[in-house]
């Protein structure tokens, strides 16, 4: 199996520009998660999604953020618009179950950069 | 609601020594706990996790962690270091189940330094 395929590796954007994140689970899970880490703040859950529908959006910091995820095999986060304060490493995970119950296989990450 | 505590933001030991990394918890009921791993400009990788059972699980690389309840804690262990294992090691606590409350929660993580 290929894990966790997360797309773009690296991007860079001005401030104020759309990002788009994506992210292909491993085939057969059903539950997928994004996180967002920082030196500051550590890693944060921002969303969570169950048989693709979200079930805890608690996380998400602000209403620029929005992900979806319109199959079992592709999810997307967006930044609209992008912000410095942005910047981070952010993460796609994905696991075969219940949230607290199986373990999570992460994706390589995005490293977002915004100026 | 459940929290978990890594106490040392690093720990620092030499190659061949033994070596913990601390965590404690606090959850309502029964916890599921994870170790996990992450090395540089790498996702976390999985370790090891306890459900239930046997308070000593064993895990990928030679690594173990013992279930302590009356302590609550969940340490991560390994006889002989390796230059290898400097990471960033991360423990996470749950209640499992579907529900938002069961939200996995990661601890700050430890930086573990192996020196030769």
């Known amino acids: 199996d290929a894990g966790v395929i997360q797309s773009p590796r690296h991007e860079v954007t001005e401030m104020g520009q759309e990002v788009t994140l994506r992210c292909k689970p491993i085939?057969?899970?059903?539950?997928l998660f994004w996180y967002r880490q920082t030196m500051m703040r550590g890693l944060e859950l921002l969303i969570y999604f169950n048989n693709n529908v979200p079930i805890d959006d608690s996380g998400m910091p602000e209403d620029r953020f929005s992900a979806k995820m319109p199959n079992a095999s592709f999810s997307t986060l967006k930044i609209q618009p992008s912000e410095p304060r942005d910047s981070a490493v952010y993460f796609c995970a994905s696991s075969l179950g219940a949230q607290g119950a199986y373990e999570q296989y992460f994706g390589p990450g995005t490293r977002l950069t915004v100026t | 609601a459940q929290s978990v505590a890594q106490p040392e933001d690093q720990v620092n030991v030499a190659e061949g020594n033994p070596l913990t990394v601390k965590c404690t918890y606090s959850v309502s009921g029964n916890p599921y706990l994870f170790w996990y791993v992450q090395y540089p400009n790498r996702g976390l990788q999985f370790l090891l996790k306890?459900?239930?059972?046997?308070?000593l699980v064993k895990g990928s690389y030679g690594f173990e962690a013992e279930f302590n309840k009356s302590q609550t804690s969940f340490h991560l262990k390994k006889p002989s270091a390796l230059v290898s294992d400097s990471a960033l090691y991360f423990c996470?606590?749950?209640?499992?189940?579907?529900?938002?409350?069961?939200?996995?929660?990661f601890g700050s993580g430890t930086r573990l330094s192996i020196r030769p």
């Open positions: 996470a606590v749950s209640r499992g189940g579907y529900s938002s409350a069961s939200k996995i929660i």
């Open positions: 306890y459900i239930t059972g046997d308070n």
């Open positions: 085939s057969g899970h059903n539950s």
